[in-house]
């Protein structure tokens, strides 16, 4: 089993920045891709971005792309959510999921483990 853990969310005002942080830990191995997802109130979990197992591929959800960047470091089993000039529609729970297989990949279905989430407001 892995153990995901949020942190990093909170209250900021639009054009701030955020930084959420996902430690993994239990029966990591470091070779799975890692992707960050977000619920608003009332809508379907989407996709924001993933990364794989290296860290050297990439990719973003349309919505974010340009302003949230994604990067892990296998050393300390984190991976990170740069989020800039936030948006009042950015406001969502983020969640943290592990897949398992190698690659970055927006498909919901590879993820098999997920974080409890943490909550970003941006206020307009």
């Known amino acids: 089993q892995v153990q995901l853990a949020e942190s990093g969310g909170g209250l900021v005002q639009a054009g701030a920045s955020l930084r959420l942080s996902c430690a993994a830990s239990g029966r990591t191995n470091n070779r799975d891709g890692m992707g960050w997802f977000r619920q608003a109130p009332g809508k379907e979990r989407e996709f924001v971005a993933a990364?794989?197992?290296?860290?050297?591929?990439?990719t973003y959800a349309d919505s974010v792309k340009g302003r949230f960047a994604i990067s892990r470091d296998n050393a300390k089993n984190t991976v990170y959510l740069q989020m800039n000039s936030l948006k009042p529609e950015d406001t969502a729970v983020y969640y943290c999921?592990?897949?398992?297989?190698?690659?970055?990949?927006?498909?919901?279905?590879?993820?098999?483990?997920w974080g409890q989430g943490t909550q970003v407001t941006v206020s307009s």
């Open positions: 999921a592990a897949t398992v297989v190698p690659i970055a990949t927006s498909r919901r279905a590879l993820y098999r483990y």
């Open positions: 990364v794989n197992w290296s860290g050297g591929d990439t």
